[in-house]
């Protein structure tokens, strides 16, 4: 009769996969020459230079490892798991925090300064889906997201608790040691690396590491002070041509 696998050496094996290593480059990801595929065949157990290397390259949760509980993160990473800063209003409510243009600057340095927040603007949304402690509205400055978020409108965020929520088809706020960043975002788990993309073509890829980043949130929603409706310049031009075309027509009409 087989014997079963270790649930360690099982979730050992559908981390390395769905983290796109092989046996060998894993191995050497995490400084072991230990065999992989002893380990994962339940022929020899996990040594503790491998559970070092787990916890020290990917943050991964030893106690998930061996099946002892479902966080496969550990919650101490170097990305803020929760909000440095949570507001509330007299009541004790949980109320969202704007941080418009002016406090962009600031932000960064002010993370953990309860009274710097306080001298920002807070409000709340009657609506279910905004009324979590953990919401933030940061006004968005420039056009790296023309079109989906325009420079001067405010985007409703959801702090970002853990890593494998973020989703490269979202957008996100990236708040690093000098700035604040509105991008589309992807992790790659391999390289424990953060690729961040703007929809304007105009401006560059940037690649991060986990710990560049400070806190990262993701729009839910925004607020526009003004309602425009944006056309690709070969849409505009078919747009101006007819208008121009009407008014020849109308001129005509008028002569005759």
Request: proline content about 4%; glycine content about 6%; some cysteine.
């Amino acid at each position: 009769m087989k014997k079963d696998l270790p649930i360690e050496a099982l979730r050992l094996k559908l981390f390395r996969i769905e983290s796109g290593w092989t046996q060998r480059e894993f191995a050497k990801a995490l400084g072991t020459k230990q065999s992989i595929a002893d380990i994962e065949r339940g022929r020899v157990r996990l040594s503790g230079q491998i559970i070092e290397g787990l916890v020290r390259k990917f943050n991964l949760n030893p106690s998930w490892l061996y099946g002892k509980d479902q966080q496969k993160y550990l919650k101490d990473s170097t990305i803020q798991r929760t909000p440095f800063v949570i507001s509330e209003n007299i009541e004790g409510k949980a109320n969202i925090t704007l941080v418009s243009g002016k406090a962009y600057a600031g932000y960064p340095d002010n993370l953990h300064d309860p009274k710097w927040f306080e001298g920002l603007p807070i409000f709340s949304l009657p609506i279910q889906k905004f009324q979590n402690s953990q919401l933030r509205c940061f006004q968005i400055e420039g056009d790296s997201m023309k079109g989906v978020i325009e420079s001067g409108e405010f985007a409703l965020c959801r702090f970002v608790e853990q890593l494998e929520d973020i989703h490269a088809d979202r957008v996100y706020i990236v708040v690093t040691k000098d700035s604040l960043l509105c991008k589309r975002v992807s992790f790659d788990i391999k390289y424990n690396l953060f690729t961040l993309i703007s929809v304007n073509p105009d401006y560059d890829i940037l690649h991060l590491e986990a710990q560049e980043l400070l806190e990262v949130w993701e729009v839910i929603g925004k607020i526009s002070p003004d309602i425009k409706i944006y056309l690709p310049e070969h849409k505009q031009e078919e747009v101006m041509a007819e208008l121009q075309q009407l008014r020849s027509a109308i001129a005509e009409l008028k002569r005759e």
